[in-house]
Antibody, heavy 119, light 108 residues
């Protein structure tokens, strides 16, 4: 069974850093596109970042230069390192995976971890 | 960036009715690289449709998708009580990946 479990969210002051984790089971993160999507309170879905074959990565312009996506294949875990956090980064962050050998739509999602950036 | 525009923003519907949602792209989405998701309050999104018209595993036949280029349609043939939710389209043709703003389907 495919399962994604995020952790690492919390309350952080503007300018601070946070690292989110997404522990995967039932498949290997190295074999799939893996992505982060966020949802600000009461708002829609916003794609944040993706990692795929050969550790190629893409970022939304809103987080480029501040966030870093990575994965640890030995732990089967996806990460999102978030630096220089801003109040507008406040959101629930979901990790999600793409089915093997497919282009990036997302068939399994985690339950989300909440990040609040506030002083 | 491909901007995805969904309409209407909110739809008030009675159970049993047919529902049609629109998703328009600011530029052509080649090879119909478009997905639809359902999201209920406090839950993660759920994949319903990919490739514009292919139902994901386990998705009931009352859900369907169609369209090409810049115009896509999502249909629920007969709305069930469990279908009241927000629906999002997402293009995966270009970077950055983009979602529409969502359509909330609420009880009339």
């Amino acid at each position: 069974e495919v399962l994604l479990v995020e952790s690492g969210g919390g309350l952080i002051q503007p300018g601070g850093s946070l690292r989110l984790s997404c522990a995967a089971s039932g498949f290997t993160v190295s074999s799939n596109y893996m992505t982060w999507v966020r949802q600000a309170p009461g708002k829609g879905l916003e794609w944040v970042s993706i990692i795929y074959s050969g550790d190629s990565v893409y970022y939304a312009d809103s987080v480029k230069g501040r966030f870093t996506i990575s994965r640890d294949n030995s732990k089967n875990t996806l990460y999102l390192q978030m630096n220089s956090l801003r109040p507008e980064d406040t959101a629930v962050y979901f990790c999600a995976r793409t089915p093997p050998a497919e282009l990036p739509y997302f068939d399994y999602w985690g339950q989300g971890t909440k990040v609040t950036v506030s002083s | 960036e491909i901007v995805m525009t969904q309409s209407p923003a909110t739809l008030s519907v009675s159970p049993g009715e047919r529902v049609t949602l629109s998703c328009r792209a600011s530029q052509s989405v080649r090879s119909n690289l478009l997905a639809w998701y359902q999201q209920k309050p406090g839950q993660a999104p759920r994949l319903l449709i990919y490739g514009a018209s292919t139902r994901a595993t386990g998705i009931p036949a009352r859900f369907s998708g169609s369209g090409s280029g810049t115009e896509f349609i999502f249909t629920i043939s007969s709305l069930q009580s469990e279908d009241f939710a927000v629906y999002y389209c997402q293009q995966y043709n270009n970077w950055p990946l983009t979602f529409g703003g969502g359509t909330k389907v609420e009880i009339k």
